[in-house]
């Protein structure tokens, strides 16, 4: 590998291409034994590590123009690298910065449930067990072992599939090498995608898709203004789309909101 | 030494603060926070063995390749199978699901089971295979012994591979007419190729080459024909810039990813399309080589038929400015590599001939038939042909006996004419004895009360189900099949894939409960009735079966999973392309299923459509939980779906977000919430297929409204089939 440095994985979507389908949805809840209940309706109690959301342009039939926005953890740098506003609020280090690969860790049982952190993050990343889970009969024989089950009273978030940077790791120092190629880490919903809208990556290898397409004229962040320096991009040509992003309340203009803020 | 209240109140702090300095606290507070969390009851998914086994999904036509990824006995994740022709790795979320389809035991049928309490009680006995069998040859063996062969009846999921065409070789050699499939766009399709091409073959597209995608209303990202091929297609699409246009009432997701939405009226898709040959034909921007080579009959569709698809009148029944019609058939016209494609939604329903045919006219008009970019026939797979069935003089007279549910232009029995006709004369369609395989009729027919009225009237229900659905409930014996991943089945063609490419999906995990193939149960059963049925089936199993028929192509398939002939020149044996000819005649004379304005009244003064979504399983088979779970919150809210209306119609008929109504048509009546959308048509209500099960398990049966049981048949003239796309409905608060 020609890159020294350390990593920072990283994630660029495509919202031209995403479909808004759900299959990176499912295909998270399928690889991280995400629970589910007889009513997910709430969506404020749906456990959803990747959730995607639909935004309008708010316009009047037949103007109306729909977009779709998958939200993983972003997975934020912080103002300063690794103070992303989760970990700096978590009194039982049960998340943490990983200098090594830029990943924020979720340790369940480390976790004893005060939710500091779902306050913290502005991007709805977080979820809270309200009940413990419960497999219907036989459904449990579908789990995966690579990722542990959680329990009543822990928040749970996306990892970006963690487990597959350790297994693709160990894969690769047995092997003899000291580090992976940019297709032997790739996260559950990145490989599910059927529209190729999600790119994955190492942000700070010049190698790496996504350290070209993050530099996108079309390129943009969630909340930029809030300087949590999120990981995950997103592409869209569309204007109104790539304005939503640092959505602010109304008669607030997103400059003046970043400069109150900061 | 005295204890006085300053020294025990000095030893009580400093021991507490002692404490909070040690690691002590810290450490207990971590230990409880883990002891708190090793409950027996929560799961430790055993380790193992890690290995990965390919195979076909076979939960809908689209023929994906898929990667099963096991621990030890374990499935635990399925992926995409890389390179695979159709799919090249990509999944979709049903597939992704699917593990839950096959270890849900709370949906699945465990074992041979017969009625115990009344029907739909949910009272059953389980019962072994042996006597399960036993029931029902002698059931069989007493009809036909008594001339009844002809009551026997069947309904299947689609038509396609080995496993209906042998429940189909069993009725005719047992001596009945009564076989039904569910059709689906595929069906239409292959009609078309066949009235309008003179050749058995599958419509297959190009998409790679594709440069102007024109889309009369379908899904191409919400799961029309082959979905990943489709989401593939799409992003290819955009990154080559090709132009997508959309003509759909509402703004589905296809709509919303096409470079231009045009909402155009709904049912007038077809009428569209003539006029936009129209425009071609009036505006000489035909492709003149290739109709007088390759065509026959232009000038009399154009004098007889297209002539009267003047703009003004296309205007008017689609609601269209004529300068947006000329303009898109400039576009259309234009494109160097254009296609038009139909089949409303996913396709998973039929559509009218006249819509197939005009759609398919006009890719004749600017050439894209057979051409690069266009839609192709794929030749049907190349299977080594079964023996006929043998036919003894009972099979014989049942065979003669009038078809129960005929259509009366093609003589065929149709599945939406059988509740008709059971409930209207019952000497002309005494059904005694029905098998169900692959199909969920209780659930998907139209005018659903009526159809599940009429159901109940025969005397003996057979479930091949692999799952508790609507059908199975109400059955008197469940023979249960292995679900997709336990068993062997052919896929001989994905919806709209333009080369010849089979499919098998092979067992990658043991049985997991008392199942067996409703292939083998069929033979098996055939060789218990002895005779002719039983020579009939000259296989000594299933997998024999597909041995044979699949001669040359079977190691292949074994090894691999698929057999893809990519030297194919599809098209070659096409005949000349036909516009017009006696059978087309009547197509084009018939126009569009049911024209809407002249149903419509006061009581009924909106349309309701009903749209397929990627996200909602509309077919035979429900969602499994993790797939409910991504359904969106103004689509299903606790129990109650959503009626989408445009907030110009909520307004004038008082209706906010949220608000309770129900939603009254000619054929049903149900409540539901109204969800104000401004991509739907001032005028029109639209709520999703594949919701309000009432069979599986609790984390789907109650959730929302059956649509089928507010929609009617639209039987078409030519095809037979039900071409309904909408039924005049009224909204009134509730």
Known sequence: ?262 | MKIDRRSFLAFGIGGAAGTMVSPLPWKLMDDFSIWTQNWPWTPRPKRGEVTHADTICTLCPGGCGISVKRVGERAVKIEGMADHPVNNGGVCLFSQAGLQFLYGETMRVTAPLIRAGKRGEGQWRPISWESALDTLQQKLTELRASDQAHTVAAITGDSRGTRPALLKRFLTAYGSPNFFFTPTMADCQELTVYLMQGTDAHMGYDFAHSDFILSFGSGVLDGWGSPVRMFQAHGAWRDRQAFITQIEPRLSSSAAHADKWIAAAPGAEGILAMGICWVLVNEKMIDQAFISRRTQGFDAWNQRVLSAYTPARVSAATGLPESELVELARRFGQARHPVAICGRGQGRGPDSVFDFAAVHALNALVGAVNRKGGVWNVPMPDYAPWPDAVIDNFALAGLERPACGADDATGLPQLHRLPGALEADNDKCPVQLLMVAGANPRYTLANNALANKALSRIPFVVSFSSFMDETAQQADLILPDHAFLERFEDVPAATGMNLPCIGLARPVVAPQFNTANTADVIIELANRLGGTVAQSFPWQDYVDCLEQTLADKWPDLIEKGYWVDKRARPGRAAAKFSFFNDVLATAWQAGPAEAPAEQQGRRYPLTLIPYDSMRIASGAIAAPPFAVKVIADNVLKHNDSFIEINPETAHKLGFSEGDYARVNTPAGSAEARVHLFDGIMPGLIAMPRGLGHTAFDKYIAGKGVNVNTLLNPAPDPVSGFDAAWGIPAGLVKA
């Not at chain 1, 995607?52 to 300063?80: A, S």
């Not at chain 1, 779902?118 to 459904?139: E, I, L, Q, S, T």
Request: charged share 25%.
């Open chain 1, 1 to 262: 590998m020609k890159h020294k440095g350390k990593k920072k994985f990283g994630m660029v979507i495509n919202l031209d291409k995403c479909t808004g389908c759900g299959t990176c949805m499912v295909a998270c809840m399928s690889e991280n034994n995400v629970p589910f209940k007889e009513d997910e309706s709430d969506k404020l109690l749906s456990i959803t590590w990747m959730r995607v959301y639909k935004l309008t342009n708010d316009e009047p039939f037949p103007h109306i123009e729909e977009c779709f926005l998958p939200r993983p953890c972003m997975q934020c740098d912080g103002k300063h690298e690794g103070h992303p506003p989760c970990v700096s609020v978590c009194p039982a280090v049960a998340t943490d910065y990983g200098f090594e690969t830029g990943i924020v860790s979720q340790i369940n049982t480390r976790c004893f449930g005060c939710r500091y952190c779902m306050a913290a993050c502005p991007y709805h990343a977080r979820y809270f067990n309200w009940w413990d889970p419960v497999w219907p009969k036989g459904m449990e024989k579908s789990l995966n072992p690579s990722v542990s089950v959680r329990t009543r009273g822990v928040v749970e978030k996306c990892s970006f599939c963690y487990h597959r940077y350790q297994k693709a790791m160990e894969k690769a120092y047995s092997d003899g090498r000291r580090d992976i190629a940019e297709d032997e880490y790739q996260t559950a919903c990145t490989q599910a995608c059927p529209a190729g809208a999600i790119t994955f990556g190492d942000l700070n290898n010049p190698d790496h898709a996504v350290y070209k397409l993050k530099k996108h004229p079309h390129a943009f962040r969630l909340l930029e203004r809030l300087q949590t320096n999120p990981k995950v991009y997103y592409l869209s040509s569309r204007e109104w789309v790539r304005n939503k992003a640092d959505n602010s309340i109304a008669g607030q203009s997103a400059a003046t909101a970043g400069h109150h803020s900061s």
